[in-house]
């Protein structure tokens, strides 16, 4: 249930299984990349989408409309939920140059805008090479760039729409594989949170020898498990320009799993009983973990609940010892101690935070006032956390925002003008 994908969009295809959609190579995908304006302060950005097949996510900056597109025909797309709104990229002196959409049969033309470069960069991370992109706006001086910390799972460098929503501000951004995803080194499934700031760290510190950026203007921007990784590097970097968090968790890792697995269960519809007596067990099993039994004393602890009517709803297959389960076992050894709280306390750079009202990945009602705290507490004179009304951890507006519950393709109002306003108030983005 813990390693979900960063944005968890999830997207339905009309009934075609997405598997089944022809996969782009990333080298011609990046051309579509960017942000195209339409107008009437209408503007559309897109972006390189990895978690579902390497494909192009957009973001309505006006509407806050949401969608994925699915390749038909060279240079055209479709609206992955609605066959009926297509997408058509035009070109000038071989470069992409303005996009067409068409709903139904109304037309709307846009320009892309706000230039920029992108290159394939790597970096050393103790033992681990690195590898991901860095994305710069074209002109001359010196860039602001935001790093940008992943959240659980294989997650690689294509984050769709973030990287162009800061590049439309005028910010580079650098986003990398995380290791052992991608084409990075390492083995995600077993770092340390610890491990995972070092790899944030080790990017900060590259950018930082490059003559076209800004060290002093270099920021952090995290989500979910960054919540934890972006604090821990933030706390380590005395000149960080500013740091901006997304649905970050603001408690520890044990008591952050925990919410997500007992909201896991009430969508399933199990009995208050019975999530009682299964997070009863989950608990005891996780404390194993941290006391450093061995995972085969910690399936004897889970075996011991197989009498209970839910035990085999909750595993249908019987439990054996696996590569994945042994790495998750590690994983819970290392991490269940780590708290953003601990970190907050030593952060002075400019901080903004924002949660989601609807987030049952992360508890916003009980982070944000520790956040608060440990940021008052680090006399940081600069600091906004806050919680988007209706948003659910994936961004879009929610009923509940259970994993289950149907998605509704509308980012929730509210985050991306309170981002964009936060940034160009102090200088670092611009119209």
């Given at each position: 249930?813990?390693y979900k994908?960063l944005?968890a969009f999830?997207f339905?295809?009309?009934?075609v299984?997405?598997a089944q ?9 990046y051309?579509y990349?960017g ?5 009437n302060?209408?503007?559309l950005?897109l ?6 097949n390497q494909?192009?996510a957009?973001?309505d900056?006006k509407t ?6 699915i390749?038909t025909?060279?240079?055209k797309?479709?609206d ?6 297509t997408f058509?990229?035009?070109f ?14 109304t037309k ?6 706000t ?6 960069i790597?970096f050393?991370s103790?033992?681990?090479?690195i ?6 706006p074209?002109?001359?001086g010196?860039h602001p760039?935001v790093?940008f ?8 460098r ?18 990398y594989d ?9 083995d995600?499934e ?8 070092n790899?944030l760290?080790a990017g ?17 921007m ?5 919540g934890w990784?972006?604090?821990?590097a933030?706390?380590?970097?005395k000149d960080?320009a500013f740091?901006?968090?997304?649905v970050?968790?603001g ?5 952050t799993i925990s919410y997500?697995?007992k909201?896991?269960l009430?969508?399933d519809n ?6 009682n ?9 996780w404390k194993?973990?941290?006391e450093?039994?061995?995972w ?6 889970i075996k011991?609940?197989?009498n209970?009517?839910w035990?085999k709803r909750?595993?249908?297959?019987e439990r054996t010892?696996t590569t ?7 994983w819970?050894?290392k991490n269940l ?7 907050l ?11 989601g009202e ?5 508890n916003s ?5 520790r ?9 940081n004179?600069?600091f906004?956390?806050?919680?988007i009304?209706n948003m659910a951890?994936?961004?879009?507006i ?10 509704s ?6 985050f991306w003008?309170?981002?964009e306003?936060?940034l ?8």
């Amino acid at each position: 249930m813990f390693y979900k994908y960063l944005f968890a969009f999830l997207f339905f295809a009309n009934g075609v299984s997405f598997a089944q959609q022809k996969s782009i190579p990333r080298n011609e995908l990046y051309q579509y990349e960017g942000t195209y304006d339409f107008g009437n302060e209408h503007r559309l950005t897109l972006g390189i989408f990895d978690e579902l097949n390497q494909s192009l996510a957009y973001l309505d900056l006006k509407t806050l409309k949401v969608g994925l597109l699915i390749s038909t025909l060279p240079n055209k797309f479709r609206d992955m939920n609605d066959s009926t709104k297509t997408f058509n990229f035009n070109f000038k002196n071989n470069q992409v140059d303005g996009l067409e959409i068409v709903e139904n049969t109304t037309k709307f033309l846009g320009k892309k805008i706000t230039p920029y470069h992108v290159e394939s960069i790597s970096f050393k991370s103790g033992k681990n090479l690195i590898k991901g992109d860095l994305y710069l706006p074209k002109g001359e001086g010196k860039h602001p760039v935001v790093v940008f910390v992943h959240g659980s799972g294989p997650s690689t460098r294509g984050v769709g729409f973030f990287t162009t929503f800061f590049l439309q501000l005028g910010i580079g951004v650098l986003t990398y594989d995380k290791q052992g995803a991608g084409a990075s080194n390492g083995d995600w499934e077993t770092a340390s949170l610890d491990e995972l700031a070092n790899d944030l760290l080790a990017g900060v510190d590259f950018l930082k020898t490059r003559k076209n950026i800004e060290p002093h203007k270099i920021g952090i921007m995290g989500n979910s498990q960054g919540g934890w990784t972006g604090s821990i590097a933030a706390s380590k970097i005395k000149d960080l320009a500013f740091l901006v968090m997304r649905v970050g968790a603001g408690e520890n890792v044990f008591n952050t799993i925990s919410y997500e697995y007992k909201n896991s269960l009430l969508a399933d519809n199990f009995t208050s009983t019975e999530i009682n007596e299964i997070m009863e067990m989950y608990h005891a099993n996780w404390k194993m973990a941290a006391e450093g039994k061995t995972w085969e004393e910690g399936n004897e602890q889970i075996k011991s609940y197989k009498n209970k009517v839910w035990f085999k709803r909750v595993y249908p297959q019987e439990r054996t010892k696996t590569t994945s389960s042994l790495k998750w076992w590690v994983w819970l050894q290392k991490n269940l101690q780590y708290d953003s709280y601990n970190y907050l306390q030593h952060i002075k750079a400019p901080t903004l935070w924002l949660m989601g009202e609807k987030d049952c990945n992360v508890n916003s009602q009980i982070g944000l006032p520790r956040i608060k705290k440990a940021l008052q507490l680090a006399k940081n004179k600069d600091f906004e956390v806050d919680i988007i009304p209706n948003m659910a951890h994936n961004g879009m507006i929610a009923k509940n925002g259970f994993y289950n519950e149907p998605l509704s393709f509308e980012y929730a109002a509210g985050f991306w003008e309170r981002l964009e306003k936060w940034l160009i108030d102090r200088k670092i983005g611009k119209k």
